[in-house]
């Protein structure tokens, strides 16, 4: 049995797929360790899924998806490039049901974002 973790990354300044943004998903352990469940990239269209194993994941676990944004934005030909601050779009989530599906879509900017949970 799975749970499944997925994304669409949107470029917000010219309104297309954010593709090729460097994507993981950390387990935050109560020892303050870290257990990485998986590292990848959103395809051309923005998108990503992953499945993970209900073995590797309890109901109060906190979690991290960390979208690189910072490298996606050096790619890309943007004015004011020195006037990007933000490196990481970090979002904490926890998936109370191991088997369910969390769908995280993100906008992001140079220096802004939007993320929310969709079903």
Excluded: C
């Excluded at 799975?2 to 943004?21: I, K, Q």
């Excluded at 676990?61 to 790619?75: P, Q």
């Excluded at 943007?78 to 049901?97: A, K």
């Excluded at 599906?101 to 220096?111: G, L």
């Amino acid at each position: 049995m799975t749970a499944t973790v997925s994304s669409h990354t949107l470029n917000g300044v010219d309104g297309t797929h954010a593709g090729g943004v460097s994507v993981t998903l950390t387990r935050l352990n109560a020892d303050n360790t870290r257990d990485v469940i998986f590292q990848t990239e959103t395809d051309p269209a923005g998108r990503l899924m992953q499945e993970i194993s209900s073995e590797k994941i309890a109901a109060d676990d906190n979690f991290e998806l960390v979208f690189a944004t910072g490298a996606y934005w050096a790619t890309q030909n943007l004015p004011q490039n020195r006037r990007r601050i933000m490196s990481e779009v970090v979002v904490r989530f926890t998936m109370p049901d191991t088997i369910g599906r969390y769908h995280i879509p993100v906008i992001i900017s140079p220096n802004s974002y939007s993320v929310w949970w969709s079903s």
